[in-house]
């Protein structure tokens, strides 16, 4: 037997917005599981409530009526609106509440359907289109389900969908993301690259890189070129190429990637001939010492 709601729960203390929605609602049915905790109140009503208020009512219903936690309380609310609501009008006042409650049920379902698009036709057919992925094509039709039942069975309408997909767009802190690794590889290919710039003939002409450090430098035949104008290298002579002259820059410039600097250079401050940095010399000091030490040592032993 249909009673008002203010009939069936005549002491029942709501706020006045509260009262207004329910002012027109009609308690339906109630029912009650066997160990008496779990109750469902089927409430019918001519206005919108949102979830958020059902979840109000639920509570308050809880705490003044049965005042014990151990009480469950489920309010089933259905719908007769007026002529003036359709699926499409529907949709835009109470979408919001539609979040929350597919929310309350899972956080996936909530993700497709917050970030899906909607295409009204008609005002009751409407394609939802979702991102193409794994989650979406397995779990899209939890979502058109959801959505049947509260259009259609909560709301008694005719409400028609069709769901489709489309390829996901790259978000723009993934494309530069995408674009910091792109030129991370160039600088490491260029890196390899000059590292392995190295002439038999002429070690010297190339740009040497270590462990990010860059030492600019060249060729040191310039002022050994011979008067015929020719270097001493004998492949700048094999190729009749007159060699630029070459300077040295004095300190080591520690390279990273997006990173500029400029610097004052005087390249006739330090001689050419002290410019070369033990870094990038074929031979270091130390190791020549070395190979001096064990020339006298094995002169030694031989009795020279």
């Known amino acids: 037997m249909t009673k008002t709601f203010k009939e069936v729960f005549p002491t029942l203390k709501l706020d006045k917005d509260m009262e207004n929605l329910l002012e027109n609602a009609d308690v339906t049915r109630i029912s009650v599981n066997h160990a008496r905790d779990f109750y469902k109140i089927y409430v019918k009503a001519k206005r919108l409530i949102f979830k958020k208020n059902i979840w109000k009512l639920e509570e308050s219903i809880k705490k003044q009526i049965f005042k014990s936690k151990d009480i469950t309380v489920k309010i089933i609310e259905s719908y007769e609106l007026s002529s003036q609501y359709t699926p499409k009008t529907l949709f835009d006042v109470y979408f919001d509440s539609i979040l929350d409650e597919i929310n ?27 991102e193409e992925t794994i989650i979406a094509k397995t779990r899209g039709n939890s979502v058109i389900e959801f959505l049947e039942k509260v259009f259609c069975e909560r709301c008694g309408m005719d ?16 494309q530069n993301a995408d674009k910091q690794i792109e030129q991370e590889v160039q600088n490491i290919v260029a890196r390899t690259k000059f590292a392995m710039a190295k002439d038999d003939d002429d070690e010297d002409s190339k740009v040497a890189v270590d462990d990010g450090a860059m030492f600019v430098g060249g060729s040191e035949n310039t002022s050994d070129t011979k008067k ?44 050419i001939d002290k410019q070369k940095l033990d870094e990038i010399k074929k031979q270091k000091p130390e190791e020549t010492k070395k190979v001096q030490d064990r020339n006298k040592e094995r002169a030694r032993k031989l009795g020279r």
């Not at 049920?105 to 698009?117: A, G, P």
């Not at 028609?160 to 802190?173: D, G, M």
């Open 104 to 130: 309350s049920h899972s956080v996936l379902l909530y993700n497709l359907l917050r970030t899906s698009k909607w295409s009204f036709t008609d005002d009751t057919h409407v394609t939802v289109t979702l």
């Open 159 to 174: 409400f028609i969908v069709n769901l489709q997909y489309e390829k996901p767009k790259i978000s723009k802190y993934r």
């Open 228 to 271: 015929s104008g020719t270097s001493d290298s004998p492949k700048a002579s094999d190729k009749k190429i007159q060699p630029e002259e070459v300077f040295y820059f004095p300190k080591v410039w520690e390279m990273k990637a997006n990173f500029e600097f400029e610097e004052n250079w005087d390249v006739n401050a330090i001689p």
